[in-house]
């Protein structure tokens, strides 16, 4: 029977730990390295060895995986001088499961092939309540060949995959998928607004709008912790924003106007302003709360999601 191959794993936050998680629950053999000690002890108990650097990491397990938070962090961790690229031997792999720009991907990947390294880009979608599962979306850019002699790898950490097309596709699609997750909760927030000034039961217009034409995915989740109000999501205003960025770059670039993103983009600029870019991105409900009031809760809803 075929070896599962051996992954390092770099970036071990809210979504990164719970990725690297499943790869270890599907018996891969899993290298970490984080600065953040206590996320590397929890992979530790549960299986995986830890390395000094992503190049330590790289160099035992041949392959990497990386999940970080902005392509400045992921250009240090892959080129920097305790880099992958600096442990990782020719015919490596590199993962990125990142949220990056098309342009920024696609330079990451070329000073990866320079070293002998091919790269799949494979940035995930469906929140971190499904990525501790197992249950998360993975949209894949590069080389079918590439895609399929990973594809296992892939599969024990989501649920489904999409092959999107060569290095950069990904980023867009992904890009895409933000976008419009974060037009969705802007546009929720203010339905329930709306229903609670309009003296409506809260948590019966919750489940109204589920069953509804005007349903979403988001409303379906993240109305639910706004309803609770932890509004603990586990991403960050700032992320929002750096998605909303390249969202709007790529409007730029490609001549596709972007009304609702643009004015969304203000309001989340409005809810960092208030909160911080640390806070919670459903968080950005608080504003129309803040602004009337009036509060959007609602008994029996969870302050974290499950799948």
């Known amino acids: 029977m075929r070896q599962p191959v051996s992954y390092a794993f770099i970036g071990l936050g809210h979504l990164g730990g719970h990725l690297a998680a499943s790869l270890l629950r599907n018996g891969f053999a899993v290298t970490v390295h984080d600065r953040d000690r206590a996320a590397v002890a929890r ?19 041949g392959n990497a995986i990386t999940c970080l938070p902005s392509p400045a962090v992921s250009e240090a961790v892959l080129a920097g001088p305790e880099g992958l690229l600096a442990g990782m031997p020719v015919g490596g792999t590199w993962i990125e499961m990142s949220t990056n720009g098309r342009d920024e991907i696609v330079r990451l990947a070329a000073l990866a092939l ?15 309540h499904l990525a501790a599962v197992g ?29 999107m097309g ?28 709306l229903a609670r000034r309009g003296g409506l039961d809260l948590a019966q217009a919750y489940h109204a709008i589920a069953a509804s034409s005007g ?3 988001v ?8 309803l609770n109000g932890s509004y603990d999501i586990g991403f960050t205003m700032d992320l929002a924003l750096k998605d909303l960025g390249f969202a709007l770059a790529m409007g730029d670039e490609f001549g596709a106007p972007l009304d609702l993103a643009t004015r969304v983009n203000a309001i989340f600029q409005e809810g960092k302003a208030a909160y911080g870019g640390g806070a919670w991105s459903t968080m950005i409900v608080k504003l129309l709360e803040d602004a009337t009031g009036t509060d959007l809760r609602a008994p029996g809803f969870p302050a974290k999601l499950e799948a």
């Open 43 to 61: 992979l530790v108990a549960l299986g995986a060895t830890a390395a000094a650097s992503p190049a330590e990491a790289a160099a035992r397990a």
């Open 114 to 128: 320079e070293k002998g390294v091919d790269t799949l880009e494979c940035p995930v979608t469906g929140g971190v």
């Open 135 to 163: 249950k998360i979306t993975a949209l894949v850019g590069g080389d079918p060949a590439l895609y399929e002699r990973h594809r296992a790898a892939i599969e024990a950490m989501c649920a489904r995959s999409f092959l």
């Open 166 to 193: 060569p290095v950069g596709s990904a980023a867009v699609i992904k890009v895409i998928t933000n976008m419009l997750a974060f037009i969705h909760l802007v546009a929720a927030g203010e339905a329930l607004m």
């Open 215 to 217: 349903t979403s995915f």
């Open 219 to 226: 409303h379906e989740t993240e109305s639910q912790l706004v």
